[in-house]
């Protein structure tokens, strides 16, 4: 089965608000997402139809900006690969 991938580009995600925008333009999320960090658990983990990879490139870049909403944020795509059978997020420098 081929596996959607979802690129992010962390120059442009400098707020939970930009990933949310960017999550909603790349990938199926329903009309009820929360725009939340639970209700992002919850469509990455159940709505989204997989396999899907969000691959996060310039992810220091986010980090930077985001502060501790980038780690919340990892914390919930590293748990989503443990809960999906399937690769998940991954994150690239440059």
Do not use: Q
């Amino acid at each position: 089965m081929r596996i959607k991938r979802c690129t992010l580009n962390g120059l442009k995600i400098n707020s939970l608000d930009d990933l949310y925008d960017r999550l909603t333009n790349r990938l199926p999320l329903p009309a009820h997402f929360g725009r939340n960090l639970d209700a992002l658990w919850d469509v990455l983990s159940t709505d989204v139809e997989g396999p899907f990879e969000i691959v996060w490139t310039h992810s220091d870049d986010s980090k930077e900006s985001m502060g501790k909403d980038f780690n919340r944020v990892v914390k919930i795509l590293n748990e989503l690969k443990k809960e999906r059978p399937f690769p998940a997020a991954t994150g690239r420098k440059g």
